[in-house]
């Protein structure tokens, strides 16, 4: 075996190394977003309404951390339950005596029509971050969970590929 054929057999064993370590990072870490959060005590919800852009656009991930509502102060934004659906928005006013929330979606003209009540509080918005609620809705769906399985696969077998090509290099 010449020097040319040595160089290209650690040439391609990099590669494969560095591609299949750079395609099962991204699956963690794009797994973690999502479930590192929950074993904090953290919700995560995907916004899929401009209610509330510019400050939280659509597609954003929000993470939403229970509070007691006495605790919740004007101009928070909280996500809360409207009917069957996890709404944020921002409380114009926390109604302690009556138990309830007025809110409004900053980029809403008016306030919302119903008040919130207490009961229907998930809790306080602790951060958000853009398109990762995409993610999320992707992740969501079984063909979403086998395409992040078969991108995992993948970089288990680019790294297995790089494993191969360096044992063949040394055996020759």
Known sequence: MDNREAKGGKTAAVLCSLVGTLILLSVIASCLVMA???????????????SMEPQIPIGSAIYVK???????KEGDVIAFWSKDTVVAHR????????????????????ED???????????GVAAH?????????VYAT?????????????????LVLAGRIRERSRAK
């Open 66 to 72: 229970e509070t007691k509502p006495e605790e919740i």
């Open 36 to 50: 590192l959060p929950r074993l904090f005590g953290y919700q995560v919800y995907h916004i899929v309404s401009g």
């Open 129 to 137: 971050y853009p398109y990762i609620g995409g993610l999320m809705a």
């Open 113 to 123: 029509m119903n008040a919130v009540e207490y009961d229907a509080l998930v809790g």
């Open 142 to 158: 079984n063909a979403g969970k086998a395409y992040a399985v078969c991108f995992a696969a993948c970089g288990a077998m680019f």
């Open 91 to 110: 409380v114009i006013e926390n109604q302690v005596v009556e138990g309830r929330f007025r809110t409004k979606g900053d980029a809403n003209a008016g």
